[in-house]
């Protein structure tokens, strides 16, 4: 290892120098550090002070830098230079930009900045990445509807080979059945034909394209660029090495035998949008019953959707879906009538313009909820929000029935796969923190996470993953695949593995084709990043990957359990092993080893810990408390630099500290914490729950878990439970986030001062 050579540059740009003596944070490097190499500047980023920073470290002044500046979320560009770790020390918004210019607690809050991070320095190392090499870059793609096929066809004409894997005999899947489609290009108001036909040719046609129809995937292993998938097809199993998988699995409809209070079985005169579409593909519609015409027709949208007793979400494509079947009613017979009867009509954005074309057409759309289905007198009651009363429509030759989609996140017509079982892992069926049963379970029965951790639906998994979390992708509780919805939608929670279409949510066949672009994008992205050891969405870049000390490690498999995306398996001998491409670099294991025995190179325990111990702590007679925040750098980070651009004030007295998640957080720094002297502490994350926005899944819910536990220690210091607070933040509560802080700091300036201070 080459000798450790760090040099400090701060700048005195954006009011920096008109709030704090930026002399006097050079001296802090200098004189408490030992940094000889200490350099001001009045625009740190300008061309000239950048160039200055670069020649520094080709001449081998330093090799590790502190820039004292702005946040480290803004000029990551200018502030980067190969195999040279830099620590941002925010010195504008949250110092600058939010306290009061030259006071003695804004100044003591920037030399705290300085010191905090020269001890993260200290601590870290350049990374070496755990690069796969060799890897394959053959992207598997399961299901060969319109998603799946434009994936393929994406794939191919990106320069990569796809293996398309469908398990009929056919090609298409429910864009076959379609007779007409709606529109997809401007002008936005016409029915297009069905064109899926050419699409299969392209595919066919397309010699990157491998494809196999009455095939299934009967088992996953490995990681991201270096896939092992064993695909049953012909009655022979074969193994193929692939790089990244796209599932594009699709969705089914809801079953309409559940829905006889809207008439369904009483009349083959009462359908669904989905048996009525396939009368439209043989010509003019007849009734089912006679086969006399269709002249008067209703559809009722949200058949068993936005229904807390079928489907309680919104499929959004029904009403785009009954909109073009009624035009082309009208369309194909100028005496016939079509009615739609919906709650809220969602046709968003281009599908607009189709709206107003149906009512130019005729079209007639009636406000209203349908209260019930005489299917032998053919009459629609609804109860009209226009005119508020019952209303009935009588007179119908045929009643559709909009039903809504399901996901197809799991094989139906399989079985529910019990995964074999290694000996160590018999032995977690009796350890209460490590599930085993996993059945129809993303993460088993008995997970220690009930409330973090959904099942799904009966049936086989789609890709069988032979990963010690179990063999499904995890879902949400509607059956959709899980991911954070916000910030990166194609990412489930096994890395390397994206799903499209609508097995993702509900889409129509031009969205579908979208998301598949979307979805192969990331899919490259998985598979490249695997050959250089590089990180996917939300650290994306990140060089890094958990190490782990087997010499310490107990084989509590917590790490194993509690990683949310299952990058973590186990050896014979139970000990955690690490596939590196499945890693987010979360440090969730991190957080839960009892031993701290897993670490980054430039992230790890006793990294945080100095950081903790940097700052100076007044005694107990200064009236000047001390607030540690452990902030997610992905939310609430975030929320409190937008409140700092924004000049907001908040209290000179937090420190805060950025973790990479929540879910990273050990209880040691909790400790360390209050036996350093500090009064109060704050773990600030992101929402947790069914509707989280954690980056990292459940690396808020994580760590109200384990916050549980911190009471006996604060029993053992004699301190209050209040000096411990939990707190939700999203990157849209910067204006919150100066409030809970201040309330924060009150709360605990109210408490008798910490008994530790001065030990």
Known sequence: MSEKKPG???????????????????????????????????????????ASMQKDVADGAVNRMVVGACSPRVMADK?????????????????????????????????????????????????????????SRTILVVGGGVTGLTAALEAAQSGYDALLVEKSDALGGWSNKWSMRA?????????????????????KANGRVRILTNATVAKTSGQPGAFDVVIAHGGQEVTEKVGAIVVATGWRPYDATKLTHLGYGASPDVVTGIEFEAMLAKGAPVKPSNGAPVKNIAFLQCAGSRDPNHLPYCSSVCCTASIKQALQVVKGDKDAMAYIVYEELRTPGTAEEFYREAQRNGVVFMKGK?????????????????????????????IVLATGMVPNSTNVDAPAIEPEKSEAQLKDDINPVAPIKVSGYAHGEGSPWPHIDKGVPPGGPILNLQYRQGPHIPILADGF??????????????????????????????????????????????????????????????LTFPKIGHEKCTKCRRCTVECPFGAIDEDEQGRPTVNFARCRRCGTCMGACPVQTITFDNYNPQMVNDMIEANEIPDEFSEKPRILVLACENDAYPAIDMAGIARSHWSPFVRIVPVRCLGSVTLQWISTALQKGYDGIMLMGCKSGDDY????????????????????????????QERVSFEEMSIADSCRAP??????????????PNPMKGF
């Open 8 to 50: 400090v540059y701060l700048c005195k740009g954006c009011g920096i120098s008109d709030a704090v003596d930026v002399g006097a944070l050079e001296k802090v490097g200098k004189n408490e550090f030992r940094i000889g190499h200490c350099v001001v500047s009045d625009a740190l980023c300008s061309p000239e002070s950048v």
């Open 183 to 203: 529109p997809h290009a401007p002008p936005y108001r016409d029915i297009y034909g069905n064109d899926i036909e050419a699409l299969i040719a392209k595919v």
């Open 370 to 398: 349908a209260t019930s289905v005489d299917g032998k007198a053919m009459t629609v009651s609804y109860s009209d929000e226009l005119l508020g009363e019952d209303v009935p429509l009588g007179g119908l030759d045929l």
């Open 739 to 752: 409030t809970v802080l201040d309330a924060f700091a009150k709360l605990v300036g109210d408490l008798p």
């Open 79 to 135: 502030f980067r230079f190969d195999g040279v770790p830099v620590v941002r020390a925010n010195l504008r918004e949250q110092v600058a930009w939010s306290q009061p210019a030259h006071e003695e607690d804004t100044e003591m809050l920037a030399a705290d900045s300085i010191r905090m991070a020269a001890a993260q320095l200290a601590k870290t190392q350049q990374p070496t990445p755990a690069a796969l090499g060799e890897i």
């Open 481 to 542: 695949s899980d991911s954070h919805y916000i910030c990166f939608p194609y990412e489930t929670r096994r890395t390397g593995i994206y799903t499209a279409g609508p097995v993702r949510r509900p889409m129509d066949m031009a969205e579908s084709a979208e998301d598949a672009t979307g979805a192969v994008l990331k899919a490259i992205q998985a598979l490249e990043g695997g050959a250089i050891g590089s990180s996917v969405h939300p650290r994306v870049g990140d």
């Open 693 to 720: 926005q954690c980056h990292f899944v459940k690396g808020s819910a994580l760590a109200k878990e384990r916050l549980g536990k911190v009471g006996e220690t604060l029993k053992s210091l004699a301190l209050e």
